[in-house]
Nanobody, 121 residues
């Protein structure tokens, strides 16, 4: 069974930085896209950043120039470097990976349980 575990969240002051990590484990054969979503209280979950298997990255406009997504395929891990954090970045951050398991025939989206990021003075 595949598991995704996020880490690196916490409380940070406005203007500060955090680095989130998400490691996948289990019988993984291949991973396509790796993604970071976030969900603030009372809001819908939104896609923050994504990175393809050939390292093409995309971001929502509100984080462009501040966040950077990267991946380590050897470790089945995706990172989100968050700089110049703002109070409106406060949310639970989830990682998601589109992957296929060993001896399987289809890709599916696996999800982590999330990590809280709070930006406040």
């Amino acid at each position: 069974q595949v598991q995704l575990v996020e880490s690196g969240g916490g409380l940070v002051q406005p203007g500060g930085s955090l680095r989130l990590s998400c490691a996948a484990s289990g019988n993984i054969f291949s991973i396509n896209s790796m993604n970071w979503y976030r969900q603030a209280p009372g809001m819908q979950r939104e896609l923050v950043a994504s990175i393809t298997s050939d390292n093409s990255a995309n971001y929502i406009d509100s984080v462009k120039g501040r966040f950077a997504i990267s991946r380590d395929n050897a470790k089945n891990t995706v990172y989100l470097q968050m700089n110049s954090l703002k109070p409106e970045d406060t949310a639970v951050y989830y990682c998601s990976m589109n992957l296929i398991e060993l001896r399987s025939y289809y890709y599916y989206d696996a999800w982590g349980r999330g990590t809280q990021v709070t930006v406040s003075s």
